[in-house]
């Protein structure tokens, strides 16, 4: 007795719930992903500083604040990505290369452009184009298919210092 006087209940609610969706109550805007329709007038795009190179910033702050920053990304795959590329490569950077990957990682205010040019889904604009960048492609290629699945542990900075 108590199933049968539930179901109808059950029931009506499932329906009221698809109901919308019937009858068109749904918006219909959707994520499109760059559809020619979309006109992004809803696009809201905050401004951000223009990045400034520091030249009198001392190589051993730089490196460190590169390692910072390329673990402190907007997304999860430049986090990884760039974090242990950094681990890699960082403290055998030269001055040129430190500035190249500074530019690299700090001008761009979009981090799926940098991962789309790591990727080689999208062409690197010449302003980028360079030594670093080519460092960063062969490694997001991981020929050795290593396992990156987090960013590395800092351990690895104590082993150095000692």
């Avoid at 951000?48 to 051993?60: A, F, H, R, T, V």
């Avoid at 604009?125 to 490694?139: A, N």
């Amino acid at each position: 007795m108590f199933i049968v006087m539930c179901l109808p209940l059950v029931t009506g609610m499932c329906q009221a719930a698809w109901r919308p969706a019937i009858t068109g109550l749904v918006s219909s805007r959707g994520y499109r992903g760059d559809s020619p329709e979309d006109t992004k007038v809803d696009l809201i795009e905050i401004p951000l500083p223009p990045w400034k190179e520091n030249p009198s910033e001392p190589i051993d702050i730089k490196r460190r604040r590169l390692l910072y920053e390329s673990r402190k990304r907007g997304m999860l795959e430049n986090c990884i990505l760039l974090s242990l590329f950094a681990k890699r490569y960082l403290n055998t950077m030269t001055e040129n290369q430190l500035k190249q990957y500074d530019r690299l990682i700090n001008e761009p205010s979009n981090d799926w452009d940098i991962y789309y040019w790591a990727t080689e889904a999208q062409p690197t604009p010449d302003v980028y184009q360079g030594e670093v960048m080519d460092m960063l492609k062969e490694f997001t290629k991981n020929r050795n298919h290593e396992q990156r699945l987090d960013a590395p542990s800092l351990e690895y900075l104590e082993k150095e210092n000692q």
